[in-house]
């Protein structure tokens, strides 16, 4: 059974920074391409950055890109988002997810799910 566990956010002020985890078991982490999705209150869910199996491509949201980056530890079946110059409008739940389907930034096709992070950027 796949199991996927973020890390605890938290409270942080604007411009200031956060690392995200998401541990994941039951599954060969090296097959599946890993990613970060969040979902602010009232909002639909959205995505934030891709990693592929081997680290070799990213993909980031526009609203992201050059503040956050997404890493993986193969050998640590983990993901890491780190969020820089953080803003109010990233306040949000993240999500980890995996897919071994195929590199994408739909979350349909992500079958598996953590149970979100709560992230709140104060002003």
């Known amino acids: 059974q796949v199991q996927l566990v973020e890390s605890e956010g938290g409270l942080v002020q604007a411009g200031g920074s956060l690392r995200l985890s998401c541990a994941a078991s039951?599954?060969?982490?090296?097959?599946?391409?890993m990613a970060w999705f969040r979902q602010a209150p009232g909002k639909e869910r959205e995505f934030v950055a891709t990693i592929s199996w081997s680290a070799a491509m990213t993909f980031y949201a526009d609203s992201v890109k050059g503040r956050f980056t997404i890493s993986r530890d193969n050998a640590k079946n983990t993901v890491y988002l780190q969020m820089n110059s953080l803003k109010p409008e990233d306040t949000a739940i993240y999500y980890c997810?995996?897919?071994?389907?195929?590199?994408?930034?739909?979350?349909?096709?992500?079958?598996?799910w953590g149970q979100g992070t709560r992230v709140t950027v104060s002003s």
């Open positions: 997810a995996a897919t071994r389907r195929s590199w994408s930034i739909a979350p349909q096709v992500y079958d598996n």
């Open positions: 039951g599954l060969t982490f090296s097959s599946y391409v």
